[in-house]
C-alpha cells in the first residue's frame, strides 16, 4: 500500500493498521478493513487529526458521512471544526422527508438520502467516508448537496484504490486521501 | 420528554434537539430522530461531553457502538478517552472471524456480530447506542462482550423510553442516558 505524496509521518501508523481481507464479500475482492486503526486509539486520533487540520478553517459548515463507516469518521470531523454532521443513509433510515440520489452498482443499483432542510443553500460541505472505489457512492453523496444547492468543497477517504479511478468520477471536485491501496 | 434528575444545563439544549417523527418506521411507533441533534455542533458537542465527563476516569479500554446509530456517538467518546472503538455490526458486514449473538424482535429475530480478537478477556467496556427501547439489542450487544470476557461497565444511551423497560432487560447492569421519552 502507497501513501501520497510529502508523506506525514502520522501516515505510515495508519497504512500499517489497515487490514486487507481477501475474496470478502465476494471472491476475487480484496477488502480493505479499517476495523483494526479503530483498535488503535493513537492511530484513530491521528486519522481524525489529519483530516481536522486540512479543514478547520476553510468555513466548511457541514460534514456529510456515508453509511455506516462514513458516519465513524465524519463525527469526529466535524466536532473538532464545528460543523454540523448530516448522515446519507440507505433507504428508509431517516424519517421524515428526505431527498433521494439512485447510483449504479456493478450488479444493479442502490440509492442513498438526506434529510430535506439538513443542509441550506450556499453551504460549504465535506463529503466523508472511509474508502472510494469506483467513486459510485461518493458521486451520489454530492449530488445530493449540490442538487439542495451546498458547494462540495472536496471528498474525503481514509483509502483510495486508483486502479478503480473513483477519483474522476467527482465531477471535478478534489479528493483528499490518506493512503493509496496499489 | 423529561431529563434526569439533577440535570445538567446542556440537557435541556439537547433535549429540544430530538425530533418526534410520529408512525416511523411504521403506524402507532414515536420515532425518536437523533438527526436534529447533529445539526446542531454545540448541543452534538454538549452530548459528547455529558458522556465523556462521565467515562473518562473509569479505566475503559473500549467503547462498543452498535450499527449504524451508535457509531455516530460511540467513536467521538472513544476518541476523547482513549479507547478503542468496536463496532458491533448486523450480519455479513464485518469481514473475517466474527462471533455473533440472535436476539428476538418484536417479529421474528435479528443478529448483532463482532469481531474475534478485538476485545480482550477483562477489557472494561461501554456499550453505546442512540436509543434503549425494549433492551433487547443492547442485552445481545452486552452478551457478544461478556462471552470474550470483558467486563461491561454500563451502557450509555442519548434516550430511554421507560415505558418499555429496557433498562431492567440489562443483566443487572447499569444504563446512563441524558434524556427520558414519556
Known sequence: MSACRDEDP?????????????????????????????????AFKDTIDLFVERYKGKNISVVAGVEARGFIFGPPIALAIGAKFVPLRKPRKLPGQVISEEYILEYGRDCLEMHVGAVEPGERALVVDDLIATGGTLCAAMNLLECVGAEVVECACLIELPELKGRGRLKGKPLYVLVEYQ
Open 10 to 42: 502520522r501516515i505510515h501508523g495508519i497504512k500499517t493498521k489497515i487490514r486487507v481481507v481477501p475474496n470478502f464479500p465476494k471472491p476475487g475482492i480484496m477488502f480493505q478493513d479499517i476495523t483494526t486503526l479503530l483498535l488503535d486509539p493513537k
